[in-house]
């Protein structure tokens, strides 16, 4: 997907950077003076080689990460980041190849504040064989041209300079931005590009299409890297700023095989079909991102029946065993580090709840799946974060009678742990010593199947 550039006040930038990598080079041409120019990351000042007004040629000195401008305020600065400095104190740089890096916008992209009415259109004068990657929208028509994009920022965005993987992959409807990053050593980029849009397509298995138009995937070989897991994706998130960027970790030197049988993409990618909740409801995010890995990579014939079901049960005893003293919204607020297992958990069975109580409602016209599928024609993706309240509101507005809230009212400032011997009885899953047993003879054996069956029998437009 590409747009043009909209009405209002436009913010200019030419960004230009020297095949070696070592220099950028800014301008920014602002549409009236503006008296607050600044970076996002508190480190920015340490990179900053030099600023000066364009129109007087007056040289700009900075206080940390803002300049110090003239009281009438500035129509343009040009100024120079020191991209070597910056990138070697980027750790994401430590394990690639030297002729690519990544470093923050927040670090180079020095810019007054945002109004609604303000665009930021930034153009990139690259050398030959310099390629580069940002989350923003890319302009049609206009090569290396983007615009940021409104959007919550929850995180800090990552552009990609240099000699590196850089692709357009079409994914039901939308279109993924793939950068893969070069390692020192070997690597089938190949696969691992293929990789990338086939676990994307996992997720357009719940309503249809991919929840994103042009969502921009970053991926790091970074080997071990150092990471505690064992995985050929170690680590994984979503950055919202700017943009929606899916970043993944992985250890290039794993079979290919590996990367299919992780769940780890599949989750980060799931995160797309909300748009970004505030960490005090955290556990809706990460609980339906939970839930959908394990129903996503069943629907894709990665995991059988039975290994989604062990999944789940499995997450849900971990989820029941952690912080029991905590509901969910007080895990949430206490932060992932202090009950990961109870705010990823208590999210998925919610999610569970959601999904059965639907299908059985509606006799299958209604699921979680069609619910957020009506979400995505809606809202997505979203300039702004929602709280858990809000969401589960909008939700329910898509569906015939509410199932989100009353869920929300029972659970989220319950302590404990949601029940779920019962649901997943109904659902003809039981549990002997740990291991379970599936069932077709159970009175919602039906919505099971249907629950983990590849076909979409959900209409893609939304009926009212
Ligand atoms: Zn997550």
Not at 413 to 418: C, I, L, Y
Request: negative net charge; hydrophobic residues 40%.
């Amino acid at each position: 997907m590409s747009g043009t550039a909209a009405a209002g006040v436009v913010y200019e930038y030419t960004v230009s950077i020297d095949a070696d990598l070592e220099t950028m080079r800014v301008g920014a041409r602002f549409a009236a003076p503006v008296d607050d120019v600044r970076a996002r990351s508190g480190s920015a000042g340490r990179y900053l080689d030099g600023a000066r007004d364009c129109d007087t040629d007056q040289s700009l000195g900075n206080r940390g990460r803002r300049l110090e401008l003239p009281r009438a305020g500035v129509i343009c600065v040009d100024y120079a980041i020191d991209l070597k400095r910056a990138a070697a104190a980027e750790r994401r740089n430590a394990s690639l190849s030297k002729d690519n890096i990544v470093v923050s916008p927040a670090v180079w992209l020095w810019r007054p504040p945002l109004a609604p009415d303000t665009r930021i259109i930034v153009h990139f004068e690259l050398e030959e064989g310099i390629d580069v990657s940002v989350p923003w929208l890319p302009l049609a028509g206009r090569d290396s041209s983007y615009e940021l994009l409104p959007s919550p920022r929850n995180a800090r965005a990552m552009a990609a300079f240099g000699r590196f993987v850089n692709v357009r992959r079409e994914l039901a409807g939308s279109e993924l931005r793939i950068a893969l990053l070069r390692p020192r050593g070997a690597m089938d980029s190949a696969a691992i590009v293929d990789w990338v849009h086939d676990t994307a397509g996992n997720v357009s298995l719940a309503y249809g299409r991919f929840p994103s138009p042009s969502p921009h995937v970053v991926v790091l070989p970074v080997g071990r890297g150092g990471w505690q897991s064992d995985s050929p994706v170690p680590f994984g998130r979503v950055l919202r700023d700017g943009g929606e960027t899916v970043e993944l970790f992985v250890d290039e030197r794993r079979p290919i095989e590996d990367f299919y049988d992780d769940w780890t993409a599949t989750h980060e990618f799931s995160h797309l079909m909300l748009p970004f909740v505030r960490s005090g409801h955290r556990w809706i995010s990460e609980g339906f991102a939970q839930y959908y890995q394990n129903v996503l990579l069943t629907r894709a014939g990665q995991y059988d029946e039975q290994r989604a079901w062990q999944k789940l049960y499995d997450g849900f005893e971990r989820g029941r065993n952690s912080r029991p003293e905590l509901s969910p919204n007080e895990a949430a607020r206490q932060g992932v580090g202090a009950a990961t297992m109870k705010i990823y958990w208590s999210g998925a069975i919610i999610a569970l709840m959601a999904d059965v109580e639907l299908r059985k409602r509606s006799s299958g016209r209604e699921s979680l799946d069609s619910a957020l599928g009506q979400l995505q024609h809606c809202c997505l993706p979203s300039a702004r974060s929602w709280s858990g309240t809000e969401l589960f509101e909008a939700l329910d507005g898509f569906v015939d009678y509410p199932v989100f809230m009353p869920l929300y009212r029972k659970y989220a400032d319950e302590s404990g742990f949601p029940g779920f011997e019962a649901i997943l009885e109904s659902l003809g899953v039981t549990v002997r010593n740990g291991t379970v047993r599936l069932s077709n003879d159970a009175e919602l054996a039906g919505i099971r199947r249907a629950i983990t069956r590849t076909y979409l029998n959900i209409p893609h437009e939304p009926r009212f």
